[in-house]
Structures are given as structure tokens and as C-alpha cells.
């Protein structure tokens, strides 16, 4: 494959950008990407994470033009010390409150992402040991909010510890979400008006950016939105086998240089 006239990147961070190995940015993807933004190409994140836990990023602060975050229900610009918001969507309080009965009566702990602050309903030690230990979010109290602390504020993303079997069984229920795991262990679940490929539409259209010109990086099945939208979408060769299926390129590992092959398997750099 030769050259894509690229003007925009959108990235995944956990098993995309960063490794699960080592909790890090391999060098080769930091020396990648910061060779492509000084030829003028846009770099965009692209994370089921809310912005609270958007924390092993550090390596690669300089050269971040935007991001989509909390899978598409929170995508924003900040430029000049400002922050603009470029697309937002919240879930239905009713969806809300289903989800939550749901998940109580089968003591499934839900991380609840609110607007303003972020807490756990039927808080499980597990929810911590995945996600301070085993995916490095650090200076979040996840015991100190229920969804009675949170009412009044907007519920941008649940995240239960539901089986597969089980999200089946709930999603035909909450008609106005959308659900994407890209973990064994849970899933997210977003209002329809949010996913990865809504957030870089929203995101193209802000920046004058045709889809044509995006490319978009993913491994997991809440990156498979982002990957049918861009202009082409690259799958990790760690990633599900689903994620690759949908790819128009298949790349190697993250931990064997996946984006910087990538980028020059493209000419981006």
C-alpha cells in the first residue's frame, strides 16, 4: 500500500498507543508520531476513558491536538488554555437507573462517569485492582460515590462488570445506548448519540477535515466504530480478531513497533 494524503490520526490508548506490558508508550510510536505532527498531520485521541483517567499519556503531551474520550460522549479541543467542547451525549436517566437495577440485583459493580465527578454503584475490589493495578489510573476514589451522589449530574458512561451473556440480556432493554467491550471483564455503555466514529466525525467536521483524510487506530471492539468511519482503519496485530476483521490494514503488535510501521507502511512519515 502506498501513500494516504493523511491530514488527521486518531488513536486508541490501552493496547494501541500504550502497552499492557509495560504501561508505556513505546519509544518507536513516540518518535512516530512526533515525526508526523511536525510534517502538519493532527493528532487525535481516541479512549473509552473518560478524561479523569487519561493519565499514562505523558510521553506524547506535546503533540495531542484532540480528544475524544469516555467513547465519543465527551470530545473536546484545547487550545490557548481553553477547553471547547466539539460533541457531547449523555445517557438517559431512565436508561441510567435500568442499567443500575440491573446490575444491583446481580451484584455487578458499575463504574458511573458523570459529567462532573466519577464513582462505583455495588463497589467490588476488582473494579480497583483492573483499573489502578492493572490499567495504571492513578488519584481516582473509586468508594467514594454511589449514583445517589451523583443525581444531578450527567451520566456520560456506565461501566458494569457484566458477562457477555449478560450484557446480551440487558442492551435490547436500554434502547437508547449503545454498549462496547473492548475487555473480558466489562463493557462501556454510552447513549446511541456517542461512539469513536461519532466523536471523529464531530471531530473532522470542527477541523475542516474530510473522513477521506483520517486514518484511525484501534484493537479493541469499541475501537470497530472508529475503524469502518476513518478514511482507513488500522487494526493492532494484537488486537480481536473481530477489530482486525473490519481493518482496512492490519499492522503489527504495540509492542513491536505497530504504529511506526504503520505510519511509514503509509508514507505518513
Not at 495531542?64 to 474520550?69: H, P, Q, S
Not at 495504571?136 to 457484566?162: C, K, N, S, W
Not at 486514518?215 to 471492539?221: L, S
Not at 482503519?233 to 476483521?245: D, Q, R, V, Y
Amino acid at each position: 500500500m502506498g501513500k494516504h494524503e493523511t491530514k488527521a490520526m486518531f488513536f486508541d490508548v490501552d493496547g494501541t498507543l500504550v502497552s499492557f506490558k509495560t504501561h508505556r508508550i513505546p519509544q518507536s510510536t513516540v518518535d512516530a508520531l512526533t515525526e508526523a505532527h511536525s510534517r502538519g498531520v493532527r493528532i487525535y485521541i481516541s479512549t473509552g476513558r473518560p478524561p479523569q483517567f487519561i493519565t499514562n499519556l505523558g510521553q506524547i503531551g506535546d503533540v495531542i491536538d484532540g480528544w475524544v474520550t469516555t467513547n465519543g460522549a465527551n470530545c473536546y479541543i484545547c487550545r490557548a488554555g481553553k477547553k471547547e467542547i466539539v460533541h457531547t451525549a449523555s445517557i438517559p436517566t431512565a436508561d441510567t437507573e435500568h442499567i443500575l437495577s440491573y446490575c444491583h440485583d446481580r451484584n455487578v459493580p458499575v463504574i458511573i462517569v458523570g459529567r462532573k465527578i466519577i464513582g462505583v454503584n455495588d463497589y467490588d475490589p476488582k473494579v480497583a485492582a483492573l483499573f489502578c493495578d492493572g490499567l495504571g489510573v492513578t488519584g481516582i476514589d473509586f468508594q467514594r460515590y454511589t449514583y445517589a451522589d451523583m443525581h444531578e449530574d450527567e451520566i456520560m458512561q456506565l461501566t458494569p462488570f457484566l458477562t457477555p451473556e449478560q450484557e446480551q440480556e440487558l442492551m435490547p432493554l436500554v434502547s437508547s445506548c449503545n454498549s462496547g467491550r473492548w475487555c473480558d471483564a466489562f463493557t462501556d455503555i454510552t447513549a446511541k448519540g456517542a461512539d469513536k466514529g461519532i466523536g471523529l466525525t464531530a471531530m473532522a467536521k470542527h477541523e475542516g477535515i474530510n473522513l477521506s483524510e483520517t486514518m484511525a487506530f484501534g484493537d479493541g471492539g469499541n475501537d470497530n466504530s472508529i475503524l469502518r468511519t476513518a478514511g482507513i482503519g488500522i487494526a493492532m496485530g494484537n488486537a480481536n480478531e473481530k477489530t482486525k476483521s473490519i481493518a482496512d490494514f492490519i499492522t503489527t503488535c504495540v509492542d513491536d513497533d505497530g504504529i511506526a510501521n504503520a505510519l511509514r507502511r503509509f508514507c505518513v512519515i
